[in-house]
């Protein structure tokens, strides 16, 4: 693709009173809700730097929105090739506003299912990726007085499932880190928004990658993870509306901390956070056993 596309001028505003003079970068846009949230963006000329790992999705979309988009190849696994990749969208558009986390993919079995390799990509992928985009943007965000930092994560952030210990690993780990990082970066003006959907039709499973079945699992709850190969099988999310969902989350303000999308989502986390602060709560008296005398 060619990068070296002329950055968009003019003061145009968006016709929903958004400020489409600003800048985005998002991870993983040839597919899914990187595509849609990019296409949206992208059609009320909204400049939009976006990463994959397939070239053909990033010509197309520089072709059709030429001095709009920049495309530039990137493995989320590559730290540097990560920090390269930020400058020259800084360069290239001079600045840079909203950073969205999009590039993921799933990786289920059992904890024994999944191979060293398997596991190794899947946390430099969902979580050290997340992670190193981030640490690139700051201080670029930090010079211009603010910005945005939007993680995709998921209910799987909050409710961990058996034969899905490590997605819940990466994500449970990438929003633990967002959530100090609002903390760290909340004095420079740069807020942190993480987004938690629930099933979307975006072709989530055809990505997914799956363990070796061992026979030992076969009747246990791990097993059920082995139908999310079904691509017939029903989510309730709209693409669209999560897409749509996404970048209002990353204009508000002030930013706010969590997004729940899909009353799916709603009611995994809800019941994840009741059993877990109930089994906490019921520790009140013994916690306090090994606390010093007084």
Known sequence: MNNSTAPATGGDKATDGADIDKVWLITGVSSGLGQEMTRRLLARRTRVVG?????????????????????????????????????????????????????????????????????????????????????????????????????VSTYGGHAAYPGGSLYSAGKFGIEGFMEALAKEVAPFGIGVTIVEPGGTRTGFRRGAVFGTPLTAYDDTPAAAVRGLTDESAPSPGDPQLVAAAIIAAGEADPAPLRVVLGSDSYRHIVSALRERLAGVEDQKTSSAMTDRPA
């Open 51 to 151: 990463t994959a790992r397939d070239p053909r999705a990033l010509e197309t979309l520089q072709a059709q929105h030429p001095g709009l988009f920049r495309g530039h190849l990137l493995d989320v696994t590559d730290p540097t090739a990560i920090h390269r990749v930020v400058d020259h969208a800084v360069a290239g558009f001079g600045g840079l506003d909203v950073v969205v986390n999009n590039a993921g993919y799933g990786l289920f079995g059992a904890a024994e299912e999944v191979t060293d390799a398997q596991i190794d990509h899947q946390i430099a992928t969902n979580l050290t990726g997340s992670i190193h985009v981030t640490r690139a943007a700051l201080p670029h965000l930090r010079a211009r007085g603010g910005g945005r930092i939007v993680q």
